[in-house]
């Protein structure tokens, strides 16, 4: 073991910059650019930006005070009847108190009905709704949208929490740019000491998710309102007509109204909470399904957007190019550099292992400590996750790359997105007769 690690040191010490560029160009050329130089530049940019608006952000909260604009709230669900009583009690406590929460019962097979009745009768939620045939989240959340009144959409998950200001701090945007059609909270991982598959998630929901998101929205190409927490203006959902039917819905009804030249806009002082799988067999089925909608949304029902016709945005393009950019095309070129290293590096190829989890864990490290002052929650336990950070070399280099490869594969040639369960099969077998 000595050995090999004076030979280790003895071939890093021989390694040139030039050498040094060439074995690692993949990082170098892409990553370090994308999400280290860039993203540096652009939170700084939207650091000050922030600073230099603090007066109409003033200004707009006032007006929304004002205003106190009717919010609805639509929960759409299946057997989540356990969750709606905190849930209620939660939004009670809220600083925003105008508006009305709509629980739509997607054909539950527990007792959400009773739940929900009851707590209907007692004032707690102000309308159950339900299908009593299960037809999909998005037809949930349309029955539920049917028959809001607010002026503005919040689409919540049941089983999430929300800071006590959250509701307020998603509509304010609103009030600040006009060409808002839309606007992301910002979800965290709320059970982040219940496995290791947490605590990697929870890192990559503080850095990759909420930072890569912020920089997103500065730069006008965000893409996804999470589903557990998204604002949308009602009159704007009037026009596209609600959320299309099958998985990857979140995406999709984001690229719908940027479709209609509105901006969409994350919020990182709207905090929600979420529990996310807690196992890797779970982590892998859900990233199978959120993945699966890069191919079917950007590249099939979408794929306009590329089109230089008379409704081309430069904005969507963009935002459509960096995602199929760095998610598959990259993933496609990760595995010409795997080549590339085996083929051309063979004899050397323990030493690059090595070279690449030491590079990538110091390069995590870094990130996630000069990327700290631009997050929410900054006395989130921050010396907890820095143990954890060598591990996302395999979390997120390795794992969650493999998954992305089977997700694309499989919905390129197998369109297997329609054949998920997470959507009803009739509801899958419509929607794939009316290429949605």
């Given at each position: ?13 021989s ?14 050329l ?24 603090r007066?109409?952000?003033?200004e707009?909260?006032k ?15 299946k057997?989540?009847g356990?969750?709606?009583?905190k ?5 009670r ?25 009851n707590?209907?009768r ?6 159950f ?19 809001a ?18 509701i ?42 909420s ?13 996804v309102?999470?589903?557990?927490f ?8 009037q ?35 979420t ?17 699966k ?28 190019a ?22 051309n ?10 070279m ?16 700290s002052?631009?997050?929410e ?60």
């Open positions: 073991m000595v050995e090999f690690w004076d030979d280790f040191f003895s071939y890093l010490a390694v040139g910059y030039m050498k040094l560029v060439r074995i690692f160009w993949f990082y170098f892409f990553e370090f650019f994308r999400y280290i130089f860039l993203e540096t530049l652009a939170l700084f940019s939207w650091k000050f930006k922030q600073r230099v608006n007066k109409a952000l003033q707009a909260r007006l929304m005070w004002d205003e106190s604009p009717l919010v609805s709230i639509i929960v759409p669900g057997n989540e356990k969750h709606i009583f849930l209620a009690q939660s939004l406590e809220q600083t925003y108190k105008n508006y009305e929460l709509i629980i739509i019962d997607d054909g539950s097979d527990d007792a959400t009905p009773e739940i929900c009745k707590l209907e007692n004032g707690m939620i102000t309308l709704l339900r299908n009593d045939v299960r037809g999909g989240k998005a037809s949930a959340a349309n029955l539920g949208l049917r028959f009144k607010g002026k503005y959409i919040i689409h919540l998950d049941a089983d999430c929490s929300y800071d006590r200001d959250a307020e701090n998603i509509i304010i945007p609103f009030y600040f740019d006009q060409r808002i059609g839309a606007v992301g909270g910002n979800v965290m991982v709320r059970n982040y000491k219940e496995s290791l598959c947490t605590t990697l998630q929870a890192i990559e929901y503080t850095d990759t998710i930072v890569g998101r912020i920089v997103t929205s500065h730069l006008g190409i965000y893409r309102i999470s589903g557990a998204g604002a949308f203006r009602s009159d704007v959902m026009r596209i007509g609600g959320w299309d039917i099958g998985p990857g819905l979140d995406g999709d009804i984001t690229v719908k109204i940027r479709k209609l030249g509105y901006k969409i806009h994350f919020e990182p002082l709207a905090v929600c909470l529990s996310v799988p807690n196992t890797f067999r779970k982590l892998i089925k859900q990233r199978l399904r959120w993945d909608s890069l191919i079917r949304f950007r590249l099939r029902k979408h794929r306009d957007v590329f089109l230089p016709n008379q409704s081309f945005k430069l904005g969507n393009f963009v935002s459509f960096e995602n199929v950019t760095y998610n598959l095309v990259l993933n496609i070129f990760w595995y010409g550099y795997l080549f590339d290293m085996i083929f590096y063979s004899s050397q190829l323990k030493y690059i292992i090595i690449n989890f030491f590079l990538y864990t110091l390069n995590n490290y870094f990130k996630f400590i000069l990327f002052p631009f997050r929650r900054k006395h989130a336990p921050i010396h907890y996750f820095l143990i954890y950070i060598p591990l996302m070399v395999f979390y997120f280099g390795y794992l969650l790359r493999l998954v992305r490869s089977v997700a694309y594969l499989s919905e390129i040639f197998f369109k297997a997105s329609y054949k998920d369960p997470w959507n009803p099969a009739k509801t899958s077998r419509h929607a794939k007769e009316m290429g949605l």
